[in-house]
Every structure is written in C-alpha cells, then in structure tokens.
C-alpha cells in the first residue's frame, strides 16, 4: 500500500518566480495538510483541505495558495518566492486522526 | 492558537540507557498527541500516539503518558539503540467543530552513542 506521495523531491526557483508541488495522499485518506519545515525547525502547518475546500489555514500569507482535487490528490502552490520561503515541505494524509506524513520536496529559493 | 513546547532540544544517550522528551501543550481543546520520529532527507514517521482520553500508552520500548491536568506528555524510550538515533517532534492536535490543526513541538536531537 503506497504511502503519502510528493512530488518533485527537490527543486530549485528563483525569487520572484512561482511553484506548485504536488501530493498524492495514503490510499484511503480524504483529508491532506501542508507543512512548511525550516532547517532545524518543528513542521510549520500552512492549511488543510477536506472535501475539496480549505478548512483551516495557519499563519501564512496569502502567496500560499492550494487546492484538493476530487481524488483527494492535492497542490500546494507559491506565489512570488522569497529566500525565506526555501524549506522542506510536507504533505500529511489523514482519515479520522492518525496523519501520514511524505517524504516532502526540498525548495531552494536563488 | 494551539503551542507546543518541546524539551530538551538535544539529548545524547549511553546505548542501552533510558531516553525521555518532554512536551506541553496550551489549548485544553487538544485531544490528539503524536510523536513523531524524522531522519535525514525524511518526512516524519509516526512511531507512537496517544487520545486524550488515555492515561499511558506503552509499544514495545516506546511509551508514552499524558497528564491532562497539567497539558504534559512524555516520549519514554528504553534500552536504546544506535538506530534510535534521529530528531523526535512531538504534536497536538486542536479539534473543534470543523477545524483541526497538529501544531508540532520544536523537535529533539536524539543521540545514541555504542
């Protein structure tokens, strides 16, 4: 059974420039979180979709901006990179409670 | 919101010995507590979880406890190993009505030394 799946592992944008990294949840999951991870850091919870519409939202600017499509398959897109915005970032599937997390995909912001 | 403290943020252990993380939580909403173990260039794996409504929790040489009264939980490992050696990040997570959000802890390095 495939777990969580995130892709691309790793890439590489410019500031300024835009991306959307894509994951594939825990085969019966409905519900898909992301997750910002600075080096050395604790995940940082960026918003959570369910049923296709975003559900709750942490402290992030509005460049972050995602989407769940009715597979429950999900993006997570950024607009106008910033050096700060490089991070590892994690897409988490869950079903009633328990979170599954990916692997995540590295960005690095040039 | 919900925040959680972790500690210690580094941890270096005798193989064999005892290992103990230490969270608390604000929000009495919380009923959920992951922890969670990442190694490098990997997403965070769950290796232990507790509800709300259960006092202790015990998988092997993973344990762990909550203290509601007190918004503490403790990650105990026993008779470490080397493969042990990883950071753990502790979690809460905040339900009420629709929402839910898992607000991790700031992670510990643990080190486990042959």
């Known amino acids: 059974d495939a777990g969580v799946t995130q892709s691309p592992t790793h890439l590489i944008k410019t500031r300024g420039q835009q991306v959307t990294l894509r994951c594939s949840p825990k085969?019966?999951?409905?519900?898909v979180s992301w997750y910002q991870q600075a080096l050395g850091q604790g995940p940082q919870f960026i918003f959570q979709?369910?049923?296709?519409?975003?559900?709750q939202r942490g402290n992030f600017p509005d460049r972050f901006s995602g989407h769940q499509f009715p597979n429950y398959s999900s993006e997570l897109n950024v607009n106008a990179l910033l050096l700060g915005d490089s991070a590892l970032y994690l897409c988490?599937?869950?079903?009633?409670?328990?979170?599954?997390f990916g692997s995540g995909t590295r960005l690095t912001v040039v | 919101g919900e925040n959680v403290e972790q500690h210690p943020s580094t941890l270096s252990v005798q193989e064999g010995d005892s290992a103990v993380i230490k969270c608390t939580y604000s929000?009495?909403?919380?009923?959920?507590f992951p922890w969670y173990k990442q190694e490098l260039g990997k997403g965070p794996q769950l290796i232990i979880d507790?509800?709300?409504?259960?006092g202790e929790k015990k998988d092997q040489r993973i344990a762990v406890t909550l203290n509601k009264t007190a918004k503490h939980f403790s990650l105990h490992i026993t008779e470490t190993q080397p493969e042990d050696s990883a950071v753990y990040f502790c979690?809460?997570?905040?339900?009420?009505?629709?929402?839910?959000?898992?607000?991790f802890g700031s992670g510990t390095q643990l080190t486990v030394l042959p």
């Open positions: 979709y369910y049923e296709e519409e975003e559900r």
């Open positions: 979690a809460a997570l905040f339900s009420s009505g629709s929402a839910r959000q898992l607000t």
């Open positions: 085969s019966g999951h409905d519900t």
């Open positions: 988490a599937s869950s079903f009633q409670g328990g979170y599954t």
């Open positions: 929000d009495s909403a919380s009923n959920y």
């Open positions: 507790i509800r709300s409504n259960v």
